[in-house]
């Protein structure tokens, strides 16, 4: 929308009504005359309703739900992180990260080139009907081998030593896509060198097989994109879908956008530079600060809170902490119109050296106040004979204080 003015011959002004709209150059045009008091008090209003600061969020009960992985299971999986998910047809795809895999069973043993002390490094998936997470999810199958062990979602090309998922997202094409970030050394236990931000998409969801689209289509430095978010809004010419990106640099969040058909095409991203949507990465202005210490984030809308939150881990992995839009809807253009300061909801129980790490909300699974999380736990002595490496899962209900 653009305003301007300009004075009429008896001395008001005019306020002039742009509304032009990208996806499909709807222009209407509303001239009034208004006076100069009036002009300032819309102005006023306008201003004050768009950035009003809203009490805070709490969380008043938590309840454990249980562990995942549940064991035994269709690929020998015992323990994993990450564990980001999305609800695609009929079922919930969730994608893991390093895996850990019994060695008892036939073949049990990793194989491969990225292992370390046991764990499968990489990216790695499992689905299930069971969108009902008050006594625990079930049923969740996984991809795997021959010998029916759990395997790897992707394989690594040649300059990459480990590719981690960032998020999945279902477009409007009826098509299933996984972002996920590669990295080009890992040594001693560490990634270095990003790659950038790769895409993956299904081609047999039964299967759990998916191709790689070629190159990248972000960049490799900072920010790291995830927590992809799904969204439409209507426009006067129907309904514009797009896929909205995280970047996390720092504590710094940057915002980028694709439209869904576009998804592949790495030259139509576009970056929120503070004002608008424009193609230089480089240009990006944070939406939002957020508390240190994540290293995924994950966004949904909550029809409770009637705003966009924000998930992610902080305090060196031990608690769980979120932002939300200031402005209220389900409109994904409140994602780039201010978020709230991060805020504590959730301290993890001691034990883990990493207690609280890859804090994500579910929201396939959420239900008016209730949202659910999982959060991974591991420490040095990670395993089936030290801390247990699994994830929680948890309900949390949300009130304003």
Request: with cysteine.
């Amino acid at each position: 929308m653009h305003l301007s003015s300009q004075t009429t011959g008896d001395g008001r002004w005019r306020l002039l009504v742009t509304t032009l709209h990208p996806d499909c150059f709807f222009q209407s045009r509303s001239s009034s005359p208004i006076h100069w008091t009036r002009f300032f008090v819309l102005l006023v209003t306008f201003f004050c309703s768009a950035y009003t600061v809203h009490a805070g969020v709490v969380v008043t009960d938590v309840t454990d739900i249980g562990e995942l992985p549940t064991t035994p299971n269709n690929g020998g999986v015992i323990g994993y992180d990450a564990g980001m998910s999305v609800h695609f047809g009929s079922f919930s795809y969730w994608f893991f990260g390093d895996t850990n895999r019994d060695s008892n069973r036939p073949n049990g043993n990793w194989q491969l080139d990225n292992v370390l002390e046991g764990f499968s490094f990489g990216t790695h998936v499992g689905r299930t009907f069971d969108t009902a997470a008050g006594d625990g999810i079930t049923g969740m199958v996984y991809k795997r081998d021959e010998p029916f062990n759990a395997i790897p979602l992707l394989e690594n090309a040649p300059n990459e030593c480990v590719v981690w998922p960032a998020g999945a997202v279902g477009t409007s094409q009826g098509e299933l896509y996984l972002y996920f970030t590669a990295w080009g050394n890992c040594s001693d236990g560490w990634v270095q060198d990003p790659q950038g931000q790769g895409l993956a998409k299904f081609t047999d969801l039964t299967n759990m097989e998916v191709e790689r689209i070629p190159g990248y289509v972000l960049p490799p430095l900072s920010p790291k994109w995830t927590g992809p978010v799904s969204a439409s809004f209507d426009t006067p010419c129907g309904a514009a879908h797009y896929v909205y990106l995280f970047g996390l640099d720092g504590t710094d969040v940057m915002l980028t956008r694709v439209a869904d058909v576009d998804i592949e095409d790495s030259s139509k991203y576009r970056f929120w530079d503070g004002a608008g949507w424009v193609p230089n990465a480089e240009k990006s202005e944070p939406i939002m600060q957020i508390i240190s210490g994540p290293s995924f984030f994950s966004v949904a809308y909550n029809d409770f809170l009637d705003r966009w939150i924000a998930i992610y881990s902080c305090g060196y992995a031990s608690l769980v902490c979120m932002n939300h839009t200031i402005n209220a809807g389900a409109d994904p253009n409140r994602m780039s119109e201010g978020w709230t300061e991060g805020e504590v909801i959730y301290s993890c129980p001691a034990g883990a050296t990493w207690r609280c790490k890859h804090a994500f909300q579910h929201p396939q699974l959420a239900h008016g106040r209730y949202i659910y999380i999982t959060t991974a736990q591991h420490g040095e002595q990670a395993g089936p004979e030290g801390i247990p490496y699994n994830l929680q899962l948890r309900r949390l209900r949300l009130d304003w204080e």
